[in-house]
């Protein structure tokens, strides 16, 4: 599972899509459109054409080959008399399927948790490959390398939004965390956890707390840039909403918030030590 739900955690919405998952011949991992439509609770096929069709537009616009994702099938239906009849259908990839949930009607609780499910798994599958096959350490030590590229590139979109000094990007990262974290600062998050001042908090945080953060990290810095945030107070409001986005969606997928999630006993810099050592 990726960071919205821990052991504890029942993910209904995870269950649902996982168990409709299909591997092919190649291993690779896809979805049929009319089941998805069943999952998500459309009635019609109609209906949800007009959603797959929105969300191939969106895909064309994005500048990506369609037909890598949208793959068109022909299924076989069985009829009451014994007989068949021919059905149009498609094999979606985990994309496609998120551009179709984001096409779709959020007021809907199964299409929200189809929203957040696809987007965790897309965006992990696109930083972190075969992180489910990892173990709690090697999730750790990846995701947290991950953090260290994208808060660079956090960094760089804020300095483009306007936050350019030292004390001003300090701000900001505490607006983040204020978001995640129910309010508590980078300096009350270090406190619960019983660290001393100069140590990274971020290297300190297990698997599910560190990739709760990189996703905070990176759609700060893709919304900072989409809507072309400009001034620090407007920049510190955005990274605050993300943070705060992130959590409520934890909370409505019964996950543990992350100030309440175990502090490891080892950090990240004592594992990146042994990494080191055992590759001697």
């Known amino acids: 599972m990726f960071f919205f739900i821990d052991e504890k955690g029942a ?40 959603a797959i069709s929105r969300a191939m537009s969106a895909c064309e616009r994005s500048e990506i080959e369609v037909s890598e994702h949208f793959v068109g099938v022909d299924i076989t239906s069985v009829m009451p008399n014994g007989g068949e009849r021919h059905l149009d259908d498609f ?25 957040t499910y696809f987007a965790v798994k897309t965006r992990q ?21 991950e953090m260290r590229k994208h808060n660079s590139s956090l960094a760089a979109a804020a300095h483009d939004a306007g936050v350019t000094e030292p004390l001003d990007y300090a701000i900001f990262t505490n607006k983040g965390y204020q978001g995640l974290y129910g309010g508590l600062s980078a300096k009350d998050i270090r406190s619960k956890k019983g660290l001393k001042s100069g140590q990274d908090i971020l ?22 840039r989409r809507d072309n945030i400009q001034g620090k107070e407007d920049a510190n409001r955005t990274h605050y909403e993300v943070g705060k986005k992130v959590r409520q969606t934890i909370k409505d997928l019964g996950g543990t918030m992350p100030e309440d999630l175990p502090t490891p006993d080892k950090s990240i810099k004592q594992l990146e030590k042994e990494q080191k050592k055992s590759l001697k």
């Open 91 to 115: 094999e979606l990839s985990r994309y496609a399927c998120y551009l179709i949930v984001m096409n779709g009607d959020s007021s809907k609780e199964i299409i929200a948790l189809g929203q």
């Open 125 to 145: 599958q696109e930083l972190i490959e075969n992180y489910e096959e990892l173990t709690e350490d090697e999730k750790r030590l990846r995701t947290r390398e």
């Open 203 to 224: 290297d300190h945080m297990g698997s599910t707390e560190l990739a709760a953060n990189l996703f905070r990290a990176t759609q700060t810095e893709e919304k900072l």
């Open 11 to 50: 993910n209904y919405g995870e269950s649902v899509f996982e168990s409709i998952k299909h591997i092919n011949e190649y291993g690779q991992e896809f979805w049929y459109a009319r089941e998805l439509q069943k999952a998500l609770e459309y009635t019609e096929w109609r209906k949800f054409k007009n």
